[in-house]
């Protein structure tokens, strides 16, 4: 599965949003409604799935959904 699939999957499945549909990759992650507890599931899953580690220091840096995909991509790449 790629990584912006699997990202907006976990995305819908963990938010509280009504309109799940409206999660894209510029969605500002604040603005998802995510408690620190779906964070950290999502972010766990992500690293499961890709065999990747996002520090505390990268995740804080996350803007957007295209922020998260492009940190994992990177990592994948071995650019990081």
């Given at each position: 599965m790629q990584v912006?699939?699997?990202t907006l999957q976990l995305l819908e499945q963990y938010?509280?949003?009504a309109d799940r549909s409206a999660i894209g990759m510029d969605s500002p992650i604040a603005e998802l409604e995510l408690d620190s507890l779906a964070m950290f599931e999502i972010v766990f899953e992500l690293e499961e799935c890709f065999e990747v580690e996002l520090d505390e220091v990268e995740l804080a840096e996350l803007k957007t959904v295209r922020d998260l995909v492009d940190r994992i991509g990177e990592k994948l790449a071995g650019t990081d």
């Open positions: 912006r699939d699997k938010t509280d949003k």
